[in-house]
């Protein structure tokens, strides 16, 4: 019995080392960078880290700013590029960022990312103050419904997320959720497949994928009153005079003239007259092809603004 029970370890041993260096060797799974907050209270990445995305088709890196991507050589002429995942942008190798397509287009500015996923508006903003020192001339935000919503404790609250708390204009930084934990997982490939394929509950969630709400009738939008004592909030207590927000198609109107009328530059995207699909099949994010159309639209809009 010893014995049988001693095999059945030591296969199960063999197993998991076979199986985690066949997870490893194929990156059947995405390397996910380790995150940590900084004095301000803003979550970015322990610098000079790289790892593959998911299947090995390109690695993301993380620049010694503790921000996705590469920094421009120089900081003359520089524009901030910031926002969630969609700017973060691990799914696409660095040629496909915002950054890179906006060089492309407008070759005498240099481009700067601090992208994350999760980040919300409020967030947002707090990084490009932080970030004010670097002197840009320009802060792209790009945004959709639910940075609003999010930014909001009393609307949608998010220990995770960093939000305003509008009762007594106070700033509530987000936390980490479960960071020890979240290390064992990523660094064991292994169990962090089977987890994947086995969450503990319907809602577990690894990597966070962002929700766009069009829809007027959302709840959170019925708080009108909220929203605008949040856009009021920013204009207080940011700069916006070089701040440019930019919407992701289909955003909400009223949202958008909402900043608009208290002096926000506003970009809209706009993906209804194009024939291909600027996100993937299988996620809401936007592919090489999305990025360059965006990057385009941006283009030609600040060049007819300057």
């Excluded at 520089?78 to 660095?94: K, R």
Aim: net charge positive.
């Amino acid at each position: 019995m010893k014995k049988f029970l001693k095999n059945i370890l030591v296969f199960f041993l063999l197993a998991l080392i076979v199986g985690e260096f066949v997870v490893r060797v194929t990156h059947t799974m995405s390397d996910i960078p380790q995150r940590t907050i900084d004095a301000n209270g803003i979550q970015n990445y322990y610098p000079n880290q790289e790892g593959y995305w998911k299947g090995g088709g390109h690695k993301w890196n993380i620049n010694k700013l503790g921000w996705p991507g590469i920094l421009p050589k120089s900081n003359d002429n520089l524009i901030l590029v910031i926002g969630d995942s969609f700017i973060e942008n691990f799914m696409n190798p660095n040629e496909c960022h915002q950054s890179a397509y906006l060089k492309q287009n407008m070759s005498n500015y240099n481009f700067m990312e601090a992208g994350r996923s999760g980040v919300s508006l409020i967030e947002a903003m707090e990084i490009s103050k932080n970030l004010d020192s670097l002197k840009p001339l320009k802060s792209l935000v790009y945004v959709n419904d639910n940075d609003f919503y999010e930014s909001i404790a009393e609307v949608k609250p998010m220990r995770d997320i960093t939000q305003l708390k509008l009762k007594d204009g106070s700033i509530v930084f987000g936390e980490m959720k479960a960071p020890v934990f979240k290390k064992i997982l990523y660094n064991w490939k292994l169990l962090y497949y089977f987890y994947t394929r086995f969450p503990l509950s319907s809602n577990s969630k690894t990597n966070e994928e962002p929700i766009i709400t069009t829809n007027q009738n959302n709840p959170a939008f019925k708080s009108k009153t909220k929203v605008v004592q949040l856009i009021n909030y920013i204009v207080n207590n940011y700069n916006i005079e070089n701040k440019v927000l930019v919407f992701h198609p289909n955003s909400n109107a009223k949202i958008i003239e909402e900043c608009k009328n208290v002096g926000f530059r506003t970009i809209v995207l706009d993906d209804s007259k194009d024939d291909i699909s600027w996100t993937f099949d299988y996620d809401s994010h936007w592919t090489c092809y999305g990025h360059e159309q965006v990057a385009k639209q941006i283009s030609s809009a600040l060049s007819k603004n300057k």
